[in-house]
């Protein structure tokens, strides 16, 4: 049964400082890794998505890693600002359903 | 677009009463998803619909939920009777095509539900 940790579950940090956000996974047999922003009250807005076979996505300040045979992907957010903060959440899709299975999520508050 | 619709955002029940969710997916899309997220178990999957059929409900926790999508554009996921554990935020998201190699879920604002 797949099983997504996120580490940590909250974190702080000063803005304009550069932080990774850690997800692992047990079952390395993946379709997708998909990298979500949830602000407080709101649903989840889609940042990245890697198919198992790409190593890395990029958009803005934001870069996705993925390493499968570990079991790993690392979300790289350059430069942070207070709108950054949020909740940051990492979801796999193991085959070709939709079914996607969350990690708990890291919170991040980037202080001015 | 509006984006997924969710009614109501806000749902306050009594222990025993039945609560019914609803959902309006994005216009066009095929699939359909129904999630509940808590702070002990996070976001787990309950049910999903592709083309207004489910098709995977192993996460519905028990006989008390269900779910239904009479057409293209609504969904229902019903609880009866409501239980206090019940508590929790519902998400709805939809997809242009579940399984697609660029699948990605739109979510819904969420409907908060507490059951007293």
């Known amino acids: 049964k797949q099983e997504v940790t996120q580490i940590p579950a909250a974190l702080s940090v000063p803005e304009g400082e550069n932080l990774v956000l850690n997800c692992s996974f047990t079952?390395?047999?993946?379709?997708?890794l998909q990298w979500f922003r949830q602000d407080p009250g709101k649903g989840l807005t889609s940042l990245l998505l890697i198919q198992s076979s790409q190593r890395e996505q990029t958009s803005g300040r934001l870069n996705a890693s993925l390493d499968k045979s570990s079991g790993r992907s690392t979300l790289y957010i350059a430069a942070s600002q207070p709108g950054d903060s949020a909740t940051y959440l990492c979801?796999?899709?193991?085959?070709?359903?939709?079914?996607?299975?969350f990690g708990q999520g890291t919170t991040l508050q980037v202080k001015p | 677009d509006a984006g997924v619709i969710q009614s109501p955002r806000h749902e306050v029940t009594e222990m025993g009463q039945e609560v019914t969710l609803r959902c309006k997916p994005i216009?066009?899309?095929?699939?359909l998803f129904w999630y509940r997220q808590t702070m002990m178990r996070g976001l787990e999957l309950l049910i999903y619909f592709n083309n207004n059929v489910p098709i995977d409900d192993s996460g519905m926790p028990e006989d008390r939920f269900s779910a239904k999508m009479p057409n293209a554009s609504f969904s229902t996921l019903k609880i009866q009777p409501s239980e206090p554990r019940d508590s929790a935020v519902y998400f709805c998201?939809?997809?242009?095509?579940?399984?697609?190699?660029?699948?990605?879920?739109?979510f819904g604002p969420g409907t908060r539900l507490t059951v007293l």
């Open positions: 979801a796999v899709r193991s085959g070709n359903t939709g079914k996607l299975i």
């Open positions: 216009s066009g899309h095929n699939s």
């Open positions: 079952d390395s047999a993946i379709y997708n």
């Open positions: 998201a939809s997809t242009l095509r579940a399984g697609g190699p660029r699948d990605t879920q739109y």
